[in-house]
């Protein structure tokens, strides 16, 4: 009963505070950077703004619960307003992701404060799992989105990397690509793909951002 979801019935109010936080939070710092080297395409639809209405893509946010993955909603970038494109796409498109590795490491932070004064040992245990999902869940997403996969973060910054003649060709795979990552992410191939992937850089920036703020708060 408890697994007809991809998250523990416990479980389940921790992930959607922390995924409200961590889509809303990814979302904006999308559209702050393009807005701040001169884009107001997303400042003129709404999407400069911490309310999560605004952002949460109602089938993306119930997938999560679902399958274990899912999306918010893309805020719209147009590059022809920036005076260096290839450097502000690349800087709007790391926005996203650095703000869940920030976000994460705040959730370090607070739970080795909380360890290194003693107040851990009196704090309720919703606290200490709350952390540990608030930390999990941003950091999963940190290197989730800077997978080379289209529509991810981390594609759109190869595409701001490669040479100008390469990029139409990327730009016009992208429409295709979205499918393509569903069955990567959905089916086996998946195993042979994505997960091999995240089963090594996630563990990794885990433990090492952990190792760091254990050795610095406590």
Same mark, same amino acid.
């Given at each position: 009963m408890e697994r007809f979801l991809a998250f523990p019935i416990n479980q389940i109010p921790y992930v959607v505070i922390t995924l409200i936080v961590a889509f809303t939070v990814h979302e904006f710092a999308h559209a702050y950077v393009a807005y701040r080297f001169g884009d107001s395409t997303a400042k003129k639809q709404g999407r400069l703004t911490l309310n999560p209405i605004h952002h949460l893509d109602p089938i993306g946010t119930i997938l999560i619960f679902i399958a274990g993955f899912g999306w918010a909603r893309p805020v719209p970038v147009n590059r022809f307003f920036f005076? +260096? &494109? +290839?450097?502000? %796409?690349i800087l709007v498109s790391v926005a996203g992701p650095l703000s869940n590795l920030i976000?994460? %490491?705040l959730g370090f932070i607070i739970w080795y404060v909380l360890v290194g004064t003693g107040l851990a040992? @009196?704090? &309720?245990? #919703?606290? %200490? @799992?709350f952390l540990d999902m608030f930390i999990k869940l941003n950091l999963l997403l940190f290197v989730f989105n800077l997978l080379p996969f289209?529509?991810?973060d981390g594609y759109r910054i190869i595409e701001d990397?490669? &040479?100008g003649s390469v990029r139409p060709k990327m730009t016009q /795979? @992208?429409? #295709?690509g979205s499918?393509? /990552?569903?069955?990567l992410v959905i089916t086996p191939l998946g195993d042979y793909t994505i997960h091999p992937i995240l089963n090594t850089l996630y563990p990794a920036v885990v433990?090492?951002?952990n190792d760091f703020f254990y050795q610095l708060l406590t």
């Amino acid at each position: 009963m408890e697994r007809f979801l991809a998250f523990p019935i416990n479980q389940i109010p921790y992930v959607v505070i922390t995924l409200i936080v961590a889509f809303t939070v990814h979302e904006f710092a999308h559209a702050y950077v393009a807005y701040r080297f001169g884009d107001s395409t997303a400042k003129k639809q709404g999407r400069l703004t911490l309310n999560p209405i605004h952002h949460l893509d109602p089938i993306g946010t119930i997938l999560i619960f679902i399958a274990g993955f899912g999306w918010a909603r893309p805020v719209p970038v147009n590059r022809f307003f920036f005076k +260096r &494109p +290839r450097l502000a %796409s690349i800087l709007v498109s790391v926005a996203g992701p650095l703000s869940n590795l920030i976000m994460g %490491s705040l959730g370090f932070i607070i739970w080795y404060v909380l360890v290194g004064t003693g107040l851990a040992v @009196e704090a &309720p245990m #919703y606290v %200490s @799992e709350f952390l540990d999902m608030f930390i999990k869940l941003n950091l999963l997403l940190f290197v989730f989105n800077l997978l080379p996969f289209p529509p991810l973060d981390g594609y759109r910054i190869i595409e701001d990397l490669v &040479p100008g003649s390469v990029r139409p060709k990327m730009t016009q /795979f @992208e429409q #295709y690509g979205s499918v393509i /990552f569903l069955i990567l992410v959905i089916t086996p191939l998946g195993d042979y793909t994505i997960h091999p992937i995240l089963n090594t850089l996630y563990p990794a920036v885990v433990g090492t951002l952990n190792d760091f703020f254990y050795q610095l708060l406590t």
